[in-house]
């Protein structure tokens, strides 16, 4: 069996089966897509926007396509026709920008809530004021074209792996608040390839996973 497909099927074997994976498929080439989605695979996250659209032209029309990385407002009509979720929505312009371009398509756009829980600067998210803000402006109708589906964090970059529960924790906790108050919260995007073991056990139920299904990236120079 191909690498790539004892990769996915270790991992899945390991996690509970209502935590979903999704591949981070950014950087990496179209056959090592299409290797994964033969072995079962079917979501799959990129991180810029030209690489998705032109993955999603050459891919099968069943994947599933998830924005991951830190978007750009004018980039959100080049995906919105066709993305499955958008996990880092972490200010109000980009919402009301997602809600605009959901309107022009009379379809409802799939969002996650990026909230900041880790230390470092170079962590985008808002923070839990902005987050209560903008949760009672969707309850009170204001994003009719978009669906938030739930929270997404990031924690710290650190080898203490207590700090990371913390972090992890404090963002399971929020989605709990808000899952009893909005219907449509499901998603709790935590963990990434180092630590979604740990994101898993404080109650992630979506994981990104990059490096330990296709290995290690070779970014260009």
């Known amino acids: 069996m191909n690498q790539i497909c004892q990769n ?24 090592d897509i299409l290797t994964a989605y033969q072995c079962g695979q079917r979501h799959f996250g990129e991180n810029k926007v030209q690489e998705q659209i032109e993955k999603h032209d ?26 499955y979720l958008i996990h880092g929505v972490d200010n109000l312009k980009l919402l009301k920008e997602i809600n605009k371009q959901g309107n022009k398509i009379q379809k409802k756009i799939q969002i996650l809530l990026q909230i900041k829980i880790a230390q470092e600067e170079t962590k985008f998210g808002m923070n839990e004021n902005t987050l209560h803000e903008i949760i009672q402006q969707y309850k009170a109708g204001e994003f009719p074209f978009v669906k938030i589906s739930g929270l997404m964090g990031m ?67």
């Open 58 to 83: 050459k891919l099968p029309e069943d994947i599933q396509w998830h924005m991951i990385g830190h978007l750009q407002r004018n980039k959100v009509k080049y995906i919105a026709g066709f993305v």
């Open 8 to 31: 996915i099927n270790k991992i899945k074997q390991s996690i509970p089966a209502n935590v979903l994976l999704v591949a981070v498929s950014k950087t990496k080439p179209v056959e």
């Open 155 to 221: 924690a710290t970059n650190t080898p203490d792996g207590e700090q990371i529960a913390r972090e992890f924790k404090h963002l399971y906790e929020l989605f709990q608040t808000y899952r009893n108050e909005i219907d449509s919260f499901k998603y709790l995007s935590m963990g990434m390839s180092g630590d979604y073991d740990i994101a898993i056990k404080e109650g992630s139920n979506l994981i990104r996973v990059g490096s330990a299904i296709f290995g290690q990236r070779e970014y260009k120079v």
